[in-house]
Nanobody
Framework: QVQLAESGGGLVQAGGSLRLSCAAP????????TAWFRQAPGKEREFVAS????????DYNGSVKGRFTISRDNARNTVFLQMNSLKPEDTAVYYC????????????????WGQGTQVTVSS
């Protein structure tokens, strides 16, 4: 049962940009927080960025701060992740998820996930 749907991944050269989208096809993002996580091969899933629904307050993993921007369009039921100055170490499957509370950098706080979209950055 797919609840969130990510798109926009692909192959890009280092220094390039991609914009990921996360849509809620069945209902609006009615939860408090939406976030992006990523998982590289052989590594644990890690927090990338988050945004609250009402105030659009954002937070970022230090490794992406200044390069990635999370935003949302509630009217379109979509959350975006603009990724600039991409590096090979950004290669991973990117997931979006939403939550009604809890530590926003922790996976266990999120109870609705997408299937993920692959981002590959070549050197």
């Amino acid at each position: 049962q797919v609840q969130l749907a990510e798109s926009g991944g692909g192959l890009v050269q280092a220094g390039g940009s991609l914009r990921l989208s996360c849509a809620a096809p069945e209902r609006v993002f009615d939860k408090y927080m939406t976030a992006w996580f990523r998982q590289a091969p052989g590594k644990e899933r890690e927090f990338v960025a988050s945004i609250t629904r009402i105030t659009a307050t954002t937070d970022y993993n230090g490794s992406v701060k200044g390069r990635f921007t999370i935003s949302r369009d509630n009217a379109r039921n979509t959350v975006f992740l603009q990724m600039n100055s991409l590096k090979p170490e950004d290669t991973a499957v990117y997931y979006c998820a939403d939550s009604n509370g809890g530590p926003h950098t922790e996976q266990h706080s999120y109870d609705r996930w997408g299937q993920g979209t692959q981002v590959t950055v070549s050197s």
